[in-house]
């Protein structure tokens, strides 16, 4: 744990708590900042994470807007969530609105901080942020597939019988209906995962609609969904703070397609070090252009 890792939480419902909570069981980061609109969801959720503190040493407390800018992490769980059948494109006038306003209120901005954001929809978000935030554009980043990437992983851990973290797969594109998995690069020691005798036969897309509306079946089942996105934005808190260089799905600008989506891209201390230009065959690249195409048309209603 670094001296002075210190982590803010913008937004402090279910996403934002599940991120503190794992970060705390991390031990990564000396202190988590929680601040939301809802002092009194702040109070009772730093009360109950504070029980945590006998077996961990990162420290929780409400903050201001103006000392979460001063963060050297900053996470944005603000916002409004999906309801029932909803996409998270549709809650884009919604959290517009509250990214606007959660970083002007923490203006000026740490010039050395990192801000992930994970509120929906993350990519369009995550663009509007790059442009609003006035610090460089890599040092704003979304979490993008990595949720689904994580969902795809371990679905086709099952089927292999090996862990998660031996399959090299991507869901890539919008965080969002548009996503598609990289099938073409997929692979497990080097051999293309198409090539084991358990996908001889598999029906791909039915696994990409699986991953694609997992989010809504759980939406439909508890209202929300939280625990994953909360274990792998810590994780991902942890590879800037450490240094650790991972190379996740990442909401990032991808300069070829002149927008924010996500492609595999190297995190570290200083925010996105390299975007890497995936090998994709001539059906991933068309869906890669159209989630693009999509993204694009989103983002032009709030230039
Ligand atoms: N990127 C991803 O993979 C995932 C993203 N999400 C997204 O995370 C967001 C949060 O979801 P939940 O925590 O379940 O919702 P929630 O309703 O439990 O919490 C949202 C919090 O944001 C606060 N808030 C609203 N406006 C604010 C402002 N201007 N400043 C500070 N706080 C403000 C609310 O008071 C509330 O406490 C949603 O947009 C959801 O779609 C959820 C799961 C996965
Ligand atoms: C809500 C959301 O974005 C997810 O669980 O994928």
Redesign the pocket.
Known sequence: MGKNSKVAI???????ATIAYAIMLRDVASEIMM????PE?VRGQVLDLSDANMITSTKIRGATSKEAGQADVIVI??????REGET?TQ?IDR?YK?LH??IGGMQPINQEAIILI???P?DVLTHIAQQLAGIPKNQVV??GTF?DTSRLRVLLAQKLQVSASSIHAFVLGE?GDSQFVAWSSASVAGKPLLSFPEFKDADKNAIEKEIANK?YEIIKMKG???YG?GALAASLVDCILLDKREVRPLSVYVESLGTVLSAPAKLGYDGIERVIDIPLDKEERTRLEDSAASLKEICAKYQ
């Open positions: 913008v937004g402090a419902g279910s996403v934002g601040v939301d609109v809802a969801v769980t603000a916002g409004a969530k999906q998270r809650l959290n509250v306003s959660v994970v509120s929906n993350v979304g979490s949720l965080h989010a929300a969904t939280y996105i």
